[in-house]
C-alpha cells in the first residue's frame, strides 16, 4: 500500500473538492497579488538583472534587489538556454509520462527530512496543512553525495541532464555570491567561505491542477534554509514573494534564472539583505513545474554574521548557528514564514 497520497492522483481521480487536509487556515490561504491588477507598475515585479552588463552596473543592482526583495531575475546568466529547456522537459516527463508503479520505486523516505527521491509533502510532523505539490528531490553536491542511479532511468537523457545542470547552477550561484559580497565591500569570496564547500540539492516540484486553488497553497510561505536558490519555472505562473507585506507574483520569463536569497545569507550578511519569503499557489487548469536548486552550508558550518559587518555602530543581530541546528529546528518547527531565523535575532 502507499502510505503517502501523491496529490497527482488525486489530480487524476477528477475530485471537486480537495481533502481537508490539504485546505489551509484562512490566515495562510492565497491572496490574488498586485502584479494581477489590470495595469501592473514596474515594482510590483522582482528585479530583472543583466548579468551581460558592466560589473559596477551589476554590483549596484544586485545591492539594491538584495535589500529590498531578498529576490531577482537574472538574464544572460551564461546557463546554456537549451540546458533549462531540457531540466524542464525531463522533469515533465518523468511526472507525466511514467507509469505511477514505476514512479514509486523511487519514492523518498518520507520519516527523514530532504531525503533523496520521489515525495509528496515538506515536513516531517504530521500535522502540518499538506502541500498541493509531489516532488523529487536530487542530491547532487559535493559529488561525494551524487549518485545518479538513485534518478530515474527514463527518458534517457535524465541524468546526464540533471547532473550538468547541477555543475552550471553551482557555477552561477559562487558568481552571484561573488557580486553580492563585493556589492557589501567585502571580499570577492566573503560569503562564499562563509558558506564553504556547497551541499547542493535540486528539486523538481510538480503541481497537478487544483480543484481549490483558493483554499490550497502548492508549497506553504517560507525561507529557504541555506545560502542560496536558483529557481526555474515553466510558463504556468505559481510562484509568489513577499513584498512589504504583499505577494508578488513571479511572472514566469523562460529564459531567465530566479535567485532567492536565503536565510544563511541573511545571516552572514548581518541583516544587510534579505533572504525571500515565498510560497507557490495552485491553479485549477493547468500542472505546473518548477526547478529549485539549493546552495547550502555543510551541516557542521557555523554561520555568523561577517566580522567586516560589525561594529560598535552596526553591532550584530543575529546569534552565530551551526547549520545543522538551524534545520533541524526548521524540519521541527517548520517554516511558518521566517519564524527560524527570526528565532535568531539578537535584541538591538
Ligand atoms: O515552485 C516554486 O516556484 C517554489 C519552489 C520552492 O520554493 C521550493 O522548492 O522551495
Known amino acids: 500500500m502507499e502510505a503517502i497520497t501523491r496529490v497527482q492522483r488525486l489530480a487524476e481521480a477528477g475530485i471537486r473538492q480537495v481533502p481537508p ?12 497579488s498586485k502584479s494581477e491588477s489590470p495595469s501592473p507598475s514596474p515594482p510590483n515585479n522582482i528585479p530583472l538583472i543583466d548579468l551581460s552588463k558592466q560589473s559596477e552596473s551589476i554590483k549596484c543592482e544586485i545591492g539594491q534587489a538584495c535589500r529590498e526583495w531578498g529576490a ?36 523518498c523516505d518520507s520519516s527523514s527530512a530532504a531525503s533523496e527521491g520521489y515525495g509528496s509533502k515538506m515536513l516531517a510532523n504530521d500535522d502540518s496543512v499538506l502541500d ?4 523529487f528531490d536530487h542530491h547532487t553536491l559535493p559529488l561525494s553525495r551524487r549518485n545518479p542511479s538513485n534518478w530515474p532511468e527514463s527518458p534517457p537523457n535524465y541524468r546526464r541532464v540533471v547532473a550538468e545542470y547541477s555543475d552550471k547552477m553551482e557555477a552561477l550561484a559562487v558568481k552571484i555570491l561573488k ?85 544563511q545569507t541573511q545571516i552572514i550578511t548581518n541583516g544587510e539583505y534579505i533572504s525571500s519569503q515565498h510560497q507557490a499557489i495552485t491553479n485549477a487548469s493547468k500542472a505546473r513545474l518548477s526547478v529549485a536548486t539549493f546552495h547550502d552550508p555543510a551541516k557542521t558550518v557555523k554561520i555568523s554574521p561577517a566580522s567586516e559587518l560589525v561594529s560598535k555602530a552596526s553591532p550584530p543581530r543575529y546569534r552565530g548557528v551551526v547549520y545543522k541546528d538551524y534545520v533541524s529546528s526548521w524540519y521541527t518547527k517548520g517554516p511558518d514564514g521566517k519564524r527560524n531565523l527570526d528565532a535568531l535575532l539578537l535584541d538591538s
Open 21 to 32: 487536509q490539504y485546505i489551509q487556515p484562512l490566515d495562510q490561504r492565497p491572496i490574488k
Open 72 to 107: 531577482f531575475h537574472v538574464i544572460n546568466h551564461g546557463v546554456p538556454l537549451e540546458l533549462l529547456h531540457q531540466i524542464r522537459s525531463v522533469g515533465r516527463s518523468f511526472f507525466e509520462q511514467c507509469p505511477m508503479p514505476e514512479k514509486l520505486k523511487y519514492s
Open 132 to 135: 498541493w505539490r509531489d516532488y
Open 179 to 263: 557580486y553580492m559580497s563585493e556589492s557589501l565591500g567585502l571580499a570577492p569570496s566573503c560569503i562564499k567561505d562563509a558558506v564553504g564547500d556547497f551541499y547542493q540539492n535540486i528539486t523538481i516540484s510538480y503541481y497537478p491542477p487544483c480543484p481549490q486553488p483558493e483554499l490550497t497553497l502548492g508549497l506553504q510561505s517560507h525561507s529557504d534554509m541555506g545560502a542560496i536558490t536558483l529557481l526555474i519555472q515553466d510558463d504556468v505562473e505559481g510562484l509568489q514573494v513577499l513584498k512589504d507585506g504583499d505577494w508578488i507574483t513571479v511572472q514566469p520569463l523562460a529564459d531567465a534564472i530566479v535567485v532567492l536569497l536565503a536565510d
